[in-house]
């Protein structure tokens, strides 16, 4: 009996992580459904969200219009979720790629700066009166209030000078857009570590640390199993 237990100990070890990898995979289509349901309905042909989507011939899901790709999963381009009796607005994991977002008629009380962290192609913004525009006025191009709405025009490209090397970032690293108030910086070419200051190597710890490490930890595993099985034996 005993053996028995001991022996499917490298078998579930294999099984759990066969199972984390399907389950990351599933789990960016549940984020999304979870975005597009938010409440329910569909964007109307009419409201700004509904506009775009068949200007860019999307295809409409829930509250979400999906670019009409063979991506799996699907990027969510536009995201109305115009009254939905939204108080506050946690993550929006899952939608990162949206150009519109409309959340207008809904008690929003306030919305983290963060909220849109990531979200490069976020263009067009609708939201309550009251409500700044992510990042503030100076991270958009253009900021209005119309029929007690905000809206949020043209996200301003936070870096110095696009794609180079910029004022922004540390030396010899390249300054990208991150979303409403927000920059990446990532080291040039031949340049890595902490603030980019070493030049020329090549990067063996990023790419073999987690290597190393999941090998160390599936290693130790295994022995441990193997020497319980040896006790038994
Ligand atoms: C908002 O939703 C409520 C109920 O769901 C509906 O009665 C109302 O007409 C909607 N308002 C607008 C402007 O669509
Ligand atoms: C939203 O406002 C409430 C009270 O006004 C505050 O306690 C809370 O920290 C704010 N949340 C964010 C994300 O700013
Ligand atoms: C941002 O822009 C809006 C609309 O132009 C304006 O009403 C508001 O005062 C501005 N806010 C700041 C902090 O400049
Ligand atoms: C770039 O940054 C420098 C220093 O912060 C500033 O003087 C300059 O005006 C900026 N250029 C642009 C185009 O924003």
């Known amino acids: 009996m005993k053996m028995k237990a001991v022996c499917c100990w490298t078998e579930t070890i294999v099984l759990i992580l066969i199972f984390k990898i399907s389950f990351n995979a599933s789990f960016q289509l549940t984020e999304r459904q979870?975005?597009?349901?938010?409440?329910?309905?569909?964007?109307?042909?009419?409201?700004?969200?509904?506009?775009?989507?068949?200007?860019s011939a999307g295809r409409i899901d829930g509250r979400c219009c999906l670019r009409n790709?063979?991506?799996?999963?699907?990027?969510?381009?536009?995201?109305?979720?115009?009254?939905?009796?939204?108080?506050?607005?946690?993550?929006?994991?899952g939608a990162s790629t949206v150009s519109v977002i409309d959340l207008s008629l809904n008690?929003?009380?306030?919305?983290?700066?963060?909220?849109?962290?990531?979200?490069?192609?976020?263009?067009?913004?609708?939201?309550?009166?009251?409500?700044?525009?992510?990042?503030?006025?100076?991270?958009?191009?253009?900021?209005?209030?119309?029929e007690g709405n905000r809206l949020c025009e043209g996200q301003k490209?936070?870096?110095?000078?696009?794609?180079?090397?910029?004022?922004?970032?540390?030396?010899?690293?390249?300054?990208?857009p991150y979303g409403p108030g927000f920059y990446e910086c990532s080291c040039a070419e031949n340049y890595r570590g902490y603030k980019c200051l070493r030049e020329g190597d090549f990067p063996v710890p990023q790419v073999f640390g987690p290597l190393a490490a999941s090998t160390v930890v599936i290693s130790f595993l295994l022995w441990v199993t193997q020497r319980r099985k040896a006790k038994y034996l």
Request: with cysteine.
């Open 107 to 146: 008690p929003i009380v306030n919305i983290s700066d963060t909220t849109f962290q990531g979200f490069r192609d976020l263009n067009y913004m609708i939201l309550p009166q009251d409500i700044v525009c992510p990042g503030g006025n100076t991270s958009w191009e253009k900021v209005e209030v119309e």
């Open 157 to 176: 490209n936070m870096c110095n000078q696009t794609g180079e090397l910029s004022m922004n970032c540390p030396e010899n690293s390249l300054c990208a």
């Open 34 to 55: 979870q975005v597009c349901s938010l409440c329910g309905g569909t964007p109307l042909n009419s409201t700004p969200v509904g506009k775009f989507c068949s200007l």
């Open 69 to 93: 790709n063979t991506r799996d999963p699907e990027d969510i381009i536009g995201l109305d979720l115009s009254n939905c009796s939204l108080t506050h607005i946690d993550e929006l994991h």
